[in-house]
């Protein structure tokens, strides 16, 4: 059975930082490409960031490119998002999720999902 588990949301002041993780259990973590999405209250889910099979491939939104930043430990099953100069337009609960091989920016291509974390960010 596939589980991904967030932790390190929280509450911080506007300018603040906050690393998020992500733990993968029940799947082969090397053959999937990760994600993160965040849904902030009464919108819909949208695309973070995500990472490849390699460390090298990312991709971003723009509106947190500069300021967060994705990466894996594949020897721990577990992808991070460090989040800094937090604003309170980046409040939201933030999903990390699993797609076999390839990255993507869409939430449909995504199969697996984590229960989320709230991130809450004050002005």
């Known amino acids: 059975q596939v589980q991904l588990v967030e932790s390190g949301g929280g509450l911080v002041q506007a300018g603040g930082s906050l690393r998020l993780s992500c733990s993968a259990s029940g799947l082969t973590f090397v053959r999937y490409a990760m994600g993160w999405f965040r849904q902030p209250p009464g919108k819909e889910r949208e695309f973070v960031a995500a990472i490849g099979l390699s460390f090298v491939r990312t991709n971003y939104t723009d509106s947190v490119k500069d300021r967060f930043t994705i990466s894996r430990d594949n020897a721990k099953n577990t992808v991070y998002l460090q989040m800094n100069s937090l604003e309170p337009e980046d409040t939201a609960v933030y999903y990390c999720?699993?797609?076999?091989?390839?990255?993507?920016?869409?939430?449909?291509?995504?199969?697996?999902w984590g229960q989320g974390t709230q991130v809450t960010v004050s002005s």
């Open positions: 999720a699993a797609r076999d091989l390839f990255l993507s920016r869409y939430v449909g291509d995504y199969g697996y």
